[in-house]
């Protein structure tokens, strides 16, 4: 069973940024989603950035889009979430999460039971 292992969250004013790492126990291999997810209390998780670890085709959140980006290293089998011009709607636990079995694609959903493995989270929190 691979273990997901989310770090760098905290505490940040408005405008700052973030880098979150998501490490793998294992290597998840060339054909895999990994996601980022969030979710506020009070509100559903959703999904904020994808990608697919052998091309790094990538899909983000409108909500995000031009402000994070996602990326892997496969030798550190570790995934990024880079996070700039933070505001405080971004306030939220985020989850790493990993489609392991050779999906065909990726997707931001969060209910897709291809998402087979979810690390414990790591909170972000944005002041104004």
């Known amino acids: 069973q691979v273990q997901l292992l989310e770090s760098g969250g905290g505490s940040v004013q408005t405008g700052g940024s973030l880098r979150l790492s998501c490490l793998a126990s294992?290597?998840?291999?060339?054909?895999?989603?990994m996601g980022w997810f969030r979710q506020a209390p009070g509100k559903e998780r959703e999904g904020v950035a994808e990608?697919?670890?052998?091309?790094?085709?990538?899909g983000y959140a409108a909500s995000v889009k031009g402000r994070f980006t996602i990326s892997r290293d496969n030798t550190k089998n570790t995934v990024y979430l880079q996070m700039n011009n933070l505001t405080p709607e971004d306030t939220a636990m985020y989850y790493c999460?990993?489609?392991?079995?050779?999906?065909?694609?990726?997707?931001?959903?969060?209910?897709?039971?291809?998402?087979?493995?979810w690390g414990q989270g790591t909170q972000v929190s944005v002041s104004s």
């Open positions: 999460a990993a489609a392991l079995k050779n999906p065909s694609f990726c997707t931001l959903d969060p209910s897709w039971t291809g998402w087979s493995n």
């Open positions: 990608i697919f670890t052998g091309d790094a085709a990538t």
């Open positions: 294992t290597y998840t291999g060339r054909s895999a989603c």
